[in-house]
């Protein structure tokens, strides 16, 4: 379906360079201003090949939203099994980055809801 927005849009690329084990990788971008609506999502096992970047574009309406990226063993992308990492931007400016972690890493960015 065609994006319908009120107001302005806004184009939100996510970078991920993948490390050892890249199946293992998932991630999701939340619209929290239109009840948690999932805009995106990669699955755990889309990621296919280690020691590779991956970029997923999405184009949304101007919102506050929420990345959320996982590893189901729990070691992040970086840095016991190589050096992976991740950069979301959102026109251009990033909002996050990372590879250091767990079992996930969330950050929120954008415009509050009031003014979305």
């Known amino acids: 379906t065609p994006l319908s927005c009120d107001g302005p849009e806004t184009e939100i690329e996510v970078t991920v360079a993948t490390a ?5 990788i998932y ?3 939340f619209d929290l201003c239109n009840e948690n609506n999932e ?8 990621y296919g ?6 970029t997923s574009t999405v184009t949304a309406c ?3 939203f929420q990345f959320t990226i996982n590893d189901s063993y729990g070691d992040g992308i970086c840095c016991s099994e190589g050096d992976g990492s991740y950069t979301v931007t959102q026109d251009d400016i990033e909002v996050a980055s990372g590879g250091e972690f767990e079992s996930s890493e ?8 009031a003014t979305a």
């Open 106 to 113: 969330t950050s929120s960015f954008g415009t509050s809801c």
């Open 39 to 46: 805009i995106k999502l990669i699955a755990e096992g889309d």
């Open 20 to 24: 050892a084990f890249p199946a293992e």
């Open 62 to 64: 101007v919102s506050y």
């Open 49 to 54: 090949s280690s020691e590779t970047t991956y």
């Open 27 to 29: 991630w999701t971008l």
